[in-house]
């Protein structure tokens, strides 16, 4: 097997350009490659490699589950130095591919890897790529309860699964923070983090759902919404455009440069998928893989907060500012922003 | 009850064959069924041809060639043919026989393969022809499948019991759950008249969003995983490998080469097989020859939701060993193609699974090394159906005579 690899390994070896012996591959989910989400970044991070580093890249999307194995296996016929698997829904197969090639290198993207029992587990050449998004969505948290005007903010999730819940998790300690600090009483709706339970529209594609929850948020009295569903949130900008008065705070990618929303895009949390896929090709091109981690925080800036854009000057000053500090507090450490879905 | 009307039986055949004759009562359904082979065969190359067609568009240097098309339409032609063909060649390597492969096994392989991802569609299409026989539109196959992968994916994993019992086990609970859930929709419709295209397909959601909940109780996932999905089925419940790997070939494809010998048994020499197709050609004239619709209904429904039930058991027993929210895929869709790629007559709808299969597994390698587009294939894949629900579409293309409208038993 390793003899048969390392031989398709020299066969790419002779294509020429400097850097180009170097495959990277990755797997999408069911979502695909314009799901306005982690297919979507993680693709782009494809994309830039190839074009920084010139590298070989190969794609494949899976249309359903039954085609994870048979994407991953190809991927590895085909010799990829570094196949990435897009979603926790890839966790096993690359998994199991991993162990089978241990002459090949994996990593996974937004999920960590665990035994049959959900025990976590490492593995020698795979390497898992996770964000803490709490920490960028406890100071979007912030802003959302500072500028409500209802006194009411709203949330909701696209599936109940840790990547999705752990955005919720760091809005609703943002919102508190917001109300012990000046002592307002701003509600969230939506998400309870302490019961660990919301709203959710039951899957990243239905977008009529995504408006119809919106609709339910803002006449219980939101103003501020943050969707956490990947397309399924530009259902949610379509009801509060329509609604008038309502923001949304964005989430995986500016919403003002990827949406057409921007206008009623408070700011966004966002996640540096493609800068993380990336920068893990580099390392691997450069023979430095490892199988530590990738926990995107606010200090590498694997995550963090967009700009405000037009609402630059609607966003108080002192709001601004106490935001700024948050995020130092965050970084150096001395404020902890926890949630049940932090990667470990 | 079945005894009463055998006798009746012969004479219920007339009647609704002098009706097609005349034509006037013909459904779109006969009309679709009625179709010749070649129909079908045309169908397919008509829609490779667009989907050459679609290849060639979507790919950049194709493009570009075709905008020096005056200057070298030479190299346009050679650009375009080469890309097609590689598509295409990589498509029949991931789906038939891979010459490119580095060792024995991996160039046989893509055979088995399709196999693989046709056994799950054979046996969900066998359960939707078996309803189209019976003038039943079955569009059910996604939550038969869902249910049935449910049911045979918790006893696979629940259960504490020996090999081979426990995958059967687990297969008969996959049976029952699609029964079931077809039964649901055989029975509003044989007691109320609840049309069944709408009640299978609010079915279909029900099932969808039922798994969705289960996967997020860990009762039932029987693991302390966040994420929505299950434990792995134990060893004992997999369906075992008919080669050893990197094959995945497993048992299920022998039973869905056992389930097209029995719906072909069932449908051409058993006296219930009769009235079904009896109730499919005619309901009225069957109810004058005795037969009761409602009972043929309900039990069509049973046999073809069990069906689709074993296709999805198949699919969490045989390849994914455990239950996701996606475990259907779009099996329960994409076996109303095959069964009427089929004319659902169980041979055709055995061969149109694995032609289906063959398209699922040769995309994955034309996707990734050729890096065409995946959705080319669902393309191709509608439009064969849309050729095959359009006969006259075909005949005329190809100036076939219009045939004779008298329907031969096979």
New interface residues.
């Given amino acids: 097997m390793i003899a048969?690899s390392a031989?398709?390994l020299s066969a790419c070896g002779s294509g020429g350009e400097s850097g180009s012996d170097y495959m990277a591959?990755m797997v999408s989910d069911?979502g695909g490659w314009d799901d306005q989400s982690f297919n979507q970044s993680g693709r782009e991070g494809m994309e830039n490699a190839k074009k920084n580093l010139g590298i070989e890249e190969?794609?494949?999307?899976s249309?359903?589950?039954?085609?994870f194995?048979?994407?991953v296996?190809?991927?590895v016929?085909?010799g990829c130095n570094l196949t990435f698997g897009v979603g926790?829904?890839l966790?096993?197969t690359i998994q199991e591919a991993a162990e089978a090639n241990p002459d090949l290198n994996f990593a996974l993207i937004d999920?960590t890897f665990?035994d049959?029992?959900?025990k976590p587990v490492t593995i020698d050449n795979a390497k898992a790529v996770v964000f803490n998004t709490a920490e960028a969505a406890y100071l979007a948290g912030y802003v959302a309860a500072a500028t409500s005007k209802s006194g009411k903010v709203g949330t909701f999730g696209g599936?109940?699964?840790?990547s999705v819940t752990i955005f919720m998790d760091g809005f609703a300690d943002g919102v508190d923070k917001f109300n012990k600090d000046n002592k307002k009483d701003v509600k969230l709706l939506g998400w309870n983090k302490k019961k660990q339970d919301g709203s959710f529209s039951?899957d990243f594609e239905n977008q009529g759902q995504g408006q119809e929850l919106t609709k339910q948020l803002i006449s219980q009295g939101a103003d501020v919404i943050m969707p956490v569903a990947g397309p399924v949130g530009l259902g949610a900008a379509a009801a509060a455009k329509e609604a008038g008065d309502v923001n949304l705070v964005w989430v995986d990618s500016d919403g003002y440069e990827s949406t057409e929303y921007g206008d009623i895009i408070l700011t966004s949390v966002v996640k540096q998928i493609s800068q993380a896929v990336e920068d893990t090709i580099k390392e691997g091109s450069e023979d430095k893989f490892s199988n530590e981690p990738y926990v995107g925080t606010l200090e590498n800036e694997g995550v963090g907060l967009a700009p405000y854009h037009d609402f630059e000057d609607k966003v108080p000053e002192d709001v601004k500012k106490k935001v700024e500090d948050l995020k130092k507090q965050i970084v150096d450490g001395s404020l902890v922003v926890e949630s049940?879905?932090t990667p470990k | 009850m079945t005894t009463d009307i055998s006798p009746a039986a012969p004479s219920a055949a007339p009647p609704p064959e002098s009706e097609t004759e005349d034509g006037k009562e013909q459904t779109l359904l006969q009309q679709i069924m009625s179709g010749s082979w070649l129909v079908s065969l045309l169908a397919i190359v008509l829609a490779l041809l667009f989907g050459g067609v679609l290849i060639a568009v979507s790919n950049a240097e194709v493009v570009a060639a075709a905008e020096n098309f005056f200057a070298a339409p030479g190299e346009f032609f050679a650009t375009l043919f080469q890309t097609v063909g590689n598509a295409y060649s990589a498509l029949f390597r991931?789906a038939v026989f891979d010459w490119d492969?580095?060792?024995t096994e991996?160039a046989i392989r893509p055979l088995t393969?399709s196999m693989v991802?046709g056994t799950s569609l054979i046996l969900t299409g066998l359960g939707i022809a078996l309803a189209f026989r019976c003038g039943l539109f079955n569009i059910g196959g996604q939550g038969q499948v869902i249910l049935g992968a449910t049911i045979a994916g918790f006893l696979g994993y629940a259960l504490p019991l020996p090999p081979v019992v426990h995958m059967l086990v687990a297969a008969i609970g996959g049976i029952i759950g699609g029964a079931i859930w077809a039964g649901i929709a055989g029975v509003l419709k044989a007691r109320t008249g609840a049309n069944e295209v709408i009640v299978t397909i609010m079915l279909n959601s029900i099932a969808g969003?039922a798994l969705?909940y289960l996967l997020?109780q860990n009762w039932f996932t029987h693991?302390?995983?966040?994420?929505?999905?299950s434990?792995?089925i134990d060893d004992s419940a997999q369906m075992f490998l008919l080669l050893p790997p990197?094959f995945?070939l497993h048992f299920g494809f022998v039973i869905a080469i056992l389930a097209t010998i029995f719906v072909w048994w069932l449908l051409e020499r058993s006296t219930i097989g009769f009235e079904f197709k009896a109730v499919g050609a005619n309901p009225h004239a069957a109810r004058t020859a005795g037969i009761s619709v409602s009972k043929v209904t309900i039990l069509v429904m049973i046999v073809a939701g069990a069906l689709a039930g074993l296709g999805g058991a198949a699919?969490v027993l045989g390849?994914?060993y455990?239950l996701?929210?996606?475990?259907?895929?779009?099996i329960g869709f994409d076996a109303i193609t095959v069964a009427l790629l089929g004319r659902s007559k169980p041979l055709g709808t055995f061969l149109a699974g694995l032609l289906f299969g063959a398209f699922k597994?040769g995309g994955?390698?034309m996707?990734?090394?050729t890096?065409t587009?995946?959705d080319i294939v669902?393309v191709v894949q509608s439009v064969i159906v849309l050729l095959i629900a359009a006969p006259p579409l075909v005949r005329s293309i190809f100036r076939l005579p219009t045939p004779v409208l008298k329907r031969k038993e096979d």
């Fill in positions: 048969a031989l398709v591959c069911s190969k794609l494949a999307e249309q359903g589950d039954a085609d194995k048979p994407n296996d190809n991927m016929q085909q926790f829904l966790e096993d999920s665990s049959a029992d959900g599936i109940q699964i840790p039951g049940e879905s | 991931g492969a580095r060792t991996r393969e991802s969003y969705g997020k693991t302390t995983s966040a994420n929505p999905q434990r792995v990197p995945r699919q390849t994914e455990k996701t929210g996606g475990i259907s895929g779009s597994a994955y390698l996707q990734s090394q890096g587009p995946i669902l």
